[in-house]
């Protein structure tokens, strides 16, 4: 069982899989809508199904949770406010986010490699340090039409990432070229180079980005050559 606090230090809730848990809070939500949207048709007035104040409108509350230092299988979430909540040094590898609210959220040190970001807000998330870019079988995160102008980007990885002309990044930030299919390519071949060592590291420790051991993180252990 594990207990999730708040970044104070308040206990929040415990649950055994956090994946399960907001997988539970999602079909609950849902089931909700469900009821009260069928509530009003019987009722004989369906004008008021998707009223502003319904739960249509309202996402689930995750604010301030602390999910730092955390294997978070997600999987895929949506309609979750995780406003100011934090997943430093967290593993979120190949996650989804859809519709929801990451103002404020800390991905310091986060490993988002290949994650989703579909429909969701940045207002001054930050991202330093954290890993979005190539994952281990191509592209890195998908941030297409993400509004990124107030996000903070320090020493962040985003060589891979996915992104299009609408994509909005902060005032006087380049980022790199968007992932091409031909750049995924000659980025699996080269994984494809690794020996078994190398592959098995860069499995284990998200962070290594480098087949040079003097760039890996201190943490990870270096090859026996």
């Known amino acids: 069982m594990e207990r999730y606090y ?17 997988s539970y809070l999602i ?9 009260e949207m069928d509530s009003e048709i019987a009722s004989g007035d369906d004008s008021e199904c998707l009223k ?20 978070v299988d997600f999987t895929c979430v949506s309609e979750i406010d995780f406003s100011n909540s934090s997943f430093e040094q967290s593993c979120l590898y190949w996650d989804s986010f859809q519709y929801c609210k990451l103002d404020g959220v800390n991905f310091r040190d986060c490993d988002l490699r290949g994650v989703n970001f579909f429909d969701c807000t940045f207002v001054n998330t930050d991202f330093s340090g954290a890993d979005l870019g190539y994952s281990n079988v191509g592209r890195g995160a998908h941030l297409c039409s993400a509004d990124l102008s107030t996000a903070i980007f ?6 891979g990432i996915e992104y299009d002309e609408t994509t909005i990044w902060p005032k006087g930030f380049t980022p790199p070229p968007s992932c091409t299919d031909e750049a995924c390519a000659i980025y699996i071949q080269e994984y494809g180079f690794m020996d078994t060592e190398e592959k098995s590291l860069l499995l284990t420790y998200g962070k290594v980005r480098n087949r040079n051991p003097a760039f890996w993180p201190n943490d990870v252990p270096k090859p026996n050559k």
């Open 6 to 22: 708040d970044i104070d230090g308040n206990f929040m809730f415990e649950c055994y899989k956090l994946s399960d848990h907001l």
């Open 52 to 71: 502003e104040d319904s739960l249509f409108y309202t996402l689930i509350q995750m604010q301030r949770i602390d999910f730092s230092k955390k294997d």
């Open 27 to 35: 079909r609950e939500r849902r089931n909700a809508i469900t009821a």
């Open 154 to 159: 320090n020493e962040t990885n985003l060589i």
